[in-house]
């Protein structure tokens, strides 16, 4: 092929779907439940349901045409472009313009109560809840546009045309997932979790990897952003969430190996990336004070809005905005083995 030559590819299959098994031992894919499937693709849930180049540097806009029984919802990314019901069976059809990467495409299929609005922003929402996990969810789905006003103010624009929910009831699941547009919720979540998965929307999803390595880049941010939310909503400061962590023994989990240097595929969801990614960042905050810090949050989502971004690309950015030199921050905190000292 040329540079730039458009060309078309079509790839025809069949199959029954069905789930994986990740190396930390959760479950991934097509995961069936009760009334239909609970569909999550982090990090190669995809492959079992469709034919994919299943990496986070290669991100495509997306077509779902999903058909069920009558009286089922199939609930994919992006925008609902229609419904159409026949002969006892109804088909959705979705659409995610904005580039994503495979895995955070999702097909959940169940019995939901839909909500459906627009944001002042002009940003369409679409809420499918399980009717077994509506009057949990109720009260914490009503904050999401708050928190989505939150966080736009925070992190820059909303990246997407569309927002919402997915809240199932899949007990044996035991996470929730930030899949694009849409984050989907094994039960009713709690605010923090409603403020980690939207987060993601920018960390993550808009500004994807480009190498599982760096997944502290989606996990860490995500946490620092439920800190900050606290901090900000009459709850516990930043300081003191690092604090308590930082409390811990070196002999604690959270100190098994660095943020920046995962290892092998059953430690890329663990507690040192979630946590010690979050130190990370709060470190960074108490080396460049509040006004850098949160200018160096904002420019990350802005410069590599729907595209991709790197560890080191994230440190020369900070070092740019604030005239530090940061290297034994990074080096420190993301990238040394045991627990950290303290300046």
Request: charged share 20%; net charge neutral; proline share 7%.
């Amino acid at each position: 092929m040329r540079a730039g030559q458009r060309f078309r590819v079509t790839v025809s299959y069949q199959g029954t779907p069905g789930p994986v098994t990740d190396p930390d031992g959760s479950a991934d894919g097509w995961i069936p439940t009760d009334d239909g499937a609970f569909v999550a693709g982090e990090p190669q849930g995809a492959m079992t349901w469709f034919p994919a180049n299943n990496h986070p540097k290669d991100k495509s806009s997306y077509d779902f045409t999903i058909t069920v029984p009558e009286g089922r919802t199939a609930v994919a990314n992006g925008v609902l472009r229609g419904t159409r019901t026949a002969h006892g069976r109804t088909t959705f059809r979705w659409h995610q313009a904005e580039p994503m990467a495979a895995y955070l495409a999702t097909a959940t299929v169940g019995k939901f109560q839909v909500e459906r609005y627009t944001t002042p922003d002009g940003v369409q929402v679409y809420n499918a809840v399980d009717p077994r996990e509506a009057r949990a969810a109720a009260p914490v789905l009503k904050k999401l546009p708050s928190v989505l006003k939150w966080e736009s103010g925070l992190f820059g624009p909303y990246p997407f045309r569309a927002a919402g929910s997915v809240v199932d009831h899949a007990p044996d699941v035991g996470y929730a997932l930030e899949t694009q547009s849409r984050p989907l919720y094994d039960s009713a979540p709690d605010v923090s979790t409603l403020v980690h998965e939207n987060a993601h929307q920018w960390f993550g999803d808009s500004v994807s990897l480009t190498a599982w390595k760096d997944i502290w880049l989606n996990e860490g941010f995500a946490t620092y952003a439920e800190w900050l939310y606290s901090e900000q909503h009459g709850g516990d400061s930043a300081q003191k969430a690092f604090d308590a962590l930082y409390a811990r023994p070196a002999s604690d989990r959270l100190w098994a190996f660095p943020p920046g240097d995962p290892g092998s595929g059953e430690n890329i969801f663990d507690t040192p990336v979630y946590a010690r990614g979050a130190m990370t960042l709060h470190e960074l905050r108490r080396a460049v004070g509040d006004r850098d810090f949160f200018r160096i949050l904002r420019a990350w989502a802005t410069a590599h809005r729907t595209g991709h971004g790197t560890t080191a690309q994230f440190t020369g950015l900070a070092e740019r905005v604030s005239g530090k030199n940061l290297d034994g921050l990074f080096r420190t905190w993301l990238h040394e083995r045991g627990k950290p000292g303290r300046a």
